[in-house]
């Protein structure tokens, strides 16, 4: 925004700094597990080498920290507070915007980057409020009870604690090494097993990115990524990492089906070939690594690797040959019951001093719960009102009877799903353009016209849908609600059908034509 001259901006932020997932998500061990090249936004505006391939949690949210620096938003920043309502008010062409401080104002435009994965989500365990113990949520870790910080310092007062983790996504992954080294006794409670790979991370050689951060450069990792993991065929593999190795895998297998043979069926059988191969070398580096040979079976992911969010770790298997580490594995079952001193798994009870949990995040619920909010449009319409029956917008970022509000955020879009900011990056800069357009012509109001919405929304049906992530038959995880049927809504919680790099494309042409085709400005 303020690159598009845009500079009366005000950021509404409930955290207490710029850095949303890295503000609030300070547990040891917390690293992003796509490459620091394409997951730190602004690099190369900023200037910032990333220090290491995945880097951890301090330095994404110094990032963070420096973009507010650098752009000047935090001299109009709210922090510690949270917006309760948005209301449209024709009569003046703004929103209105009350929060929870009392703060009563109005903005021509608003943009809604309230994040996915932002409120904790606790486990339905009976009992669970009965413990007397010590418990916290990852995502509110208690330094104060452990010992330690975010930089890496040991766990130095869980000595003597016996410790209970319940969970194990990516989050219990980058945390269980450092417990496992810290705890008299660790259990690491096990509903299903995440699939780990190798994350092989690595310090960025200085000499060698002063020799690729010519201009453009990161967006052109950022398109060579994309790419890597679409059908398209990218003559180099930039990133190399976990995602764009099983990609490579899928699209080979699918290259060498005979063009007469090409059929969805054989696309499915190739992609299930490739799967299954890459998944037998996941579960031959739990053997490699897990001394004890029941443990290291019990780790083993018998499932597809996008029915979960794949990890990739180089300590997380190796924490089990720990002598305080203990797999408890629940055999998909999960706990049955937290008492007042532990927890109960197949009718064994574990006292414990401490339950942390990492149960993740609400997904899939309703956008006016996790926001906070129900934003109130044109003639009173609610969002909730207008997404009744699941999702409707254009690109995922305009919604009819929402005049001047913007959603940045990546389903109905390019729905990529492996590198959240990609996606969010190419929204704030539609929203930008399109904030510039309207006035360059002195329009007051922008809004996606119901016939251009509607046949988006059209569009967005013809594809396949998520047919290789998180299917109903796979094990529970947030990439299929659980293992709950979502409800028919769900069935618009999708990307472009051409895939990602696709719409990425297709965004840029549609920008850069300068009619900002759908939208109306008035």
Known sequence: MVEAGVTDVRIIEKGGDFGGTWYWNRYPGAQCDTASMIYMPLLEETGHRPSEKYAHAPEILEQCQRIGRQFGLYDNALFHTEVQS????AEISAWRIRTNRGDDFTAQFIGLGTGPLHVPKLPGIPGIERFKGHSFHTSRWDYDYTGGDPGGAPLDRLGDKRVA??????????????LAKACEALYVVQRTPSSVDVRANAPIDPDWFSSIATPGWQQRWL???????????????L???GWTDLSRRIRSKMMAIPREDLTPQAMMAAFEDSDFEKMEEIRSR???IVGDSETAQKLKAWYRQLCKRPCFHDAYLQAFNEPAAHLVDTDGKGVEAITEDGFVVGG?????????YASGFEVGTAFERRAGFDLTGEGGLKLSQAWAEGMQSLHGIHVHGFPNAFFVQPTQGANLISNVPHNLTEAGRTIAMTIGHAMDVGANEVEVTKAAQDAWVALLLTGMGRVFMGSPDCTPGYYNNEGEDPGPAAKLNVGYPAGASAYFRYIDAWRSKGDFEG???R
């Open 86 to 89: 948005l209301t449209w008010e």
């Open 165 to 178: 983790i319940i969970g194990t996504g990516a989050t219990s992954v980058q945390c269980v090494p450092h």
């Open 223 to 237: 398109e060579n990524f994309t790419e890597n993991q679409g059908a398209g065929v990218a003559e180099v593999d």
């Open 239 to 241: 990133v190399q990492d």
């Open 286 to 288: 739990v053997d490699s």
């Open 348 to 356: 064994v009870a574990y006292p414990v001093d401490c339950i942390i």
């Open 519 to 521: 939208l109306a400005f």
